[in-house]
Structures are given as C-alpha cells and as structure tokens.
C-alpha cells in the first residue's frame, strides 16, 4: 500500500481510499488502482517455456520412435537357434485369462522355435492377473498345450509381475530343470519392440548367452506399445534394471 497526497487538503492518504477521510475529497481518478495478485500463468514467459519443454519431449518421443522401429527390425531376422538353448516366453496379457493379440503372437513364435528345437524346454512366465482366477503362466501353458506341444517340455513361472521378475524368477526355475548359464542359450521370445530391454535385463540378471526372437507387434497395438515402451526404457534406467 503506497501513500499519496490528498489534491485538496495535502494530507497523506493511503492510495486504496476512495476519498479522503480528512475533507471528504474524491481520490478514485488520482488514487493508484489496487494492486492485483499476480499469476503466474498469464506470464507469456511461463507458457513459452511450457513449449519449449513440450517441443522438446514430442522431439524425444519421435527420435525414440525411430530408434525401436531400426531396433525391431534388426531383433526380427530369422533367429538360427542354437543347439542347446531353452526358450523363455515373456507374459504380455492375458485378459479373462484368454491371450492378448500381443501375447498370442509371442507364444505363436515360440511354438514355431519349438518345433525347429523338438529338445528345448519352454518356460512360460507371467504371474498374477488381476481381478481374475488364473496367471499368465498358466493362460500361456494352456495355449501352448492346446496347440500341440506336449505337457512334458513346457515349464511355467507364476509369480512375475514386471520384465525383470519374468528373468529374475525364471532363473531357479530354469536351473531346477537342468539349465546351465554357460552350456545354454537363453532364447527369449517377446515383442519386436520389447526385444532390446528384455535383452539388457537379461543379462543384468546373469543370463551369459542371450539371443532373443522376434513377435510382430499387432498393428492396433503398436504405436501404444512404443509409447508404454519410451516410459519403460526411462524407468528401468532409474530403477537400475539394465
């Protein structure tokens, strides 16, 4: 509150009276109006900034974009599968314990790898779904089962809720079924654009040889799945995973 001098009187008045209290002087046309709150949101400065960030992100997120899409299409030749390897199939939904689009073509890849390796286990990992009866693991065995690989070679993992738990829970149960780091490939089966981070967990999980197959991602699905996959990347480097 500043102070100014009444035009009639000459006494001091605070700049917010309508008059002065003195001679009854009207002081609305000389008086300084209120000062009013300032908000910080009408600042152009505020919302060129806003911009510039925003710019910024839209720029990372398409730069990603280009990086999985280069990235997938290397992860997607035709796998040469080693001679002793195990294969690993990652959970990726399983709504009313039925397969997701994007699950039902990972398990299709493995059961493809199986048959060319008619001696390799198939680990199925996913556990818990929620608000439903049954985990992944056991959605994947049945389908794998159902589709013609026989009961005896398939192994599942029921207790996983992320990438890192799939490999990190799959390990005991993989070397509880004669899987040795140094003499057996781990072949992970999961998303095209889901091969290279399941990748650099596995290895930060202590898999020594890693060779990873391809699953086309289902078009509807796919530009959502990049987007949940720039956030994953972001988060797995802050959670230490890699």
């Given amino acids: 509150m500043a102070l100014i001098k009444c035009p009639e009187c000459a006494r001091e008045v605070s700049s917010h009276a309508p008059a002065c209290p003195a001679c009854g002087y009207p002081l609305r046309a000389t008086g300084a109006p209120p ?15 806003v911009a510039v960030a925003l710019g910024a992100w839209l720029c990372s997120v398409a730069l990603f974009f280009v990086f999985i899409s280069r990235a ?10 080693p001679k002793h390897a ?23 890849r493995a059961l493809g790898l199986a048959q060319r390796l008619p001696h390799a286990r198939v680990l199925a990992t996913g556990g818990k779904i929620a608000w439903q009866p049954c985990t992944e693991g056991q959605v994947m065995g049945n389908y794998l089962r159902a589709h013609g690989l026989q009961a005896g070679r398939i192994v599942q993992e029921e207790r996983s809720t992320s990438t890192q738990e799939n490999l990190r829970f799959s390990l005991p149960v993989l070397q509880a079924h004669g899987f040795n780091q140094q003499a057996h490939t781990l072949l992970l089966v999961t998303s095209d654009f889901h091969a290279l981070r399941a990748r650099l ?7 020594s040889h890693i060779q990873s197959a391809s699953a086309p991602t289902p078009l509807p699905q796919r530009y959502a799945a990049w987007l ?5 990347f972001i988060s797995g480097w802050l959670l230490k995973e890699y």
Avoid: K, M
């Fill in 201 to 207: 967990i596995a290895r930060r999980e202590g898999y």
């Fill in 86 to 108: 195990v294969i690993v199939v990652l959970g990726s939904g399983a709504p009313s314990c039925q397969p997701s689009a994007t699950l039902q073509a990972r398990l299709d």
């Fill in 228 to 232: 949940r996959e720039y956030f994953a």
């Fill in 35 to 49: 000062a009013q709150p300032h908000n910080a949101l009408q600042s152009p400065h505020v919302w060129g900034r």
């Fill in 72 to 81: 997938q299409a290397d992860a997607s030749y035709a796998v040469a599968p």
